[in-house]
């Protein structure tokens, strides 16, 4: 109670704490129907601010570049990667612009921080042919083949594991080849095609998984719906028994769009096949793909009307 009578001398006094702000921002956000996964995102950013500040009493009208500075090097101190800081610092500018729109604070430029990208994992040849092994049908366990076909249709489609948990039996057209993305992080319904293998093996996998129409594609071994962290595990453990160390699913998410620039598909089919709302993300994969810049390079280079003639090394 005295929490909430402080609040009320704030307000009519005329000054809004981050906190008070916050719950305004997060309303908003609510009436603008954002997704779920948008809200939690907001909430992570909130946990850290409640680390940096006491947010029920730092005024609106005090924060500045140097409050924001300070944030910055607060999660350096942490020893905090690149990339999270640069994620944190997103949110939180997001936030600082709404209180700006609403002239709860003096107008400044929030500058994102710089960032090393580094390279995104990708599983080798080797470890997709380990992988990519269909399991005997007669001796292994449903979360066994679970775990295969939800490696091939990675594989096969690129898309994330937040959208192919989603999926349910009825989202698979089986006799067009296509499916229905519904649980997408832009919240957009899309049809996609599936590649003939990934048909082919979902043709196998639904055989023995059965099922209603209405029923998660992906399920537990109970029928339930699979959760991130159980389809997590199940694939760490597919994939140590078959031998590979690596274990990330976000890494056959990597190595779809990689493959695929590899083999000579373009930069706007593959925007369209990973659902990126911005080709530039699409673009960071090129980098990646360095034996499809290399095609020919022997044979193009300059260097080729060079002699170096003899070197004599002592």
Request: aromatic letters at 12%.
């Amino acid at each position: 109670m005295r929490g909430c009578k402080f609040k009320k001398q704030i307000e009519a006094a005329g000054e809004k704490t981050y906190a008070i702000g916050y719950e305004e921002f997060i309303k908003n956000c609510k009436a603008r129907n954002l997704s779920d996964y948008t809200l939690r995102y907001y909430q992570t950013i909130e946990y850290v601010m409640k680390q940096y500040c006491n947010v029920e009493q730092t005024f609106i009208s005090n924060i500045d570049i140097t409050f924001y500075d300070e944030f910055i090097l607060f999660l350096k101190e942490r020893n905090i990667k690149d990339t999270t800081i640069f994620s944190y610092a997103k949110g939180l500018r997001t936030i600082l612009y709404f209180f700006m729109e609403k002239g709860y604070m003096k107008e400044f430029k929030v500058s994102m921080p710089q960032v090393d990208v580094p390279l995104k994992a990708v599983y080798t040849k080797k470890e997709l042919e380990a992988l990519l092994r269909m399991p005997d049908l007669n001796k292994c366990s449903f979360s066994e083949l679970r775990s295969w076909m939800m490696i091939v249709y990675f594989i096969g489609t690129g898309q994330r594991l937040r959208t192919v948990l989603g999926l349910k039996i009825e989202d698979i057209d089986l006799e067009n080849t296509v499916v229905i993305l519904k649980n997408m992080k832009n919240r957009k319904h899309t049809i996609l095609p599936l590649p003939y293998k990934v048909v082919e093996a979902l043709r196998i996998y639904l055989s023995y998984r059965g099922g209603k129409k209405n029923e998660f594609l992906f399920c537990s071994w109970t029928g339930l719906e699979l959760t991130k962290r159980g389809a997590e595990e199940a694939i760490r453990r597919y994939n140590r028994s078959r031998g590979v160390e690596k274990t990330s699913i976000h890494a056959f998410r990597h190595s779809f769009a990689t493959n695929y620039l590899e083999a000579g598909g373009d930069l706007f089919r593959l925007q369209q096949l990973m659902c990126h709302s911005n080709i530039n993300i699409t673009k960071g994969y090129i980098h990646m793909t360095t034996r499809g810049i290399g095609k020919d390079l022997d044979d193009l280079t300059y260097l080729n009307n060079v002699s170096f003639g003899k070197i004599k090394m002592t």
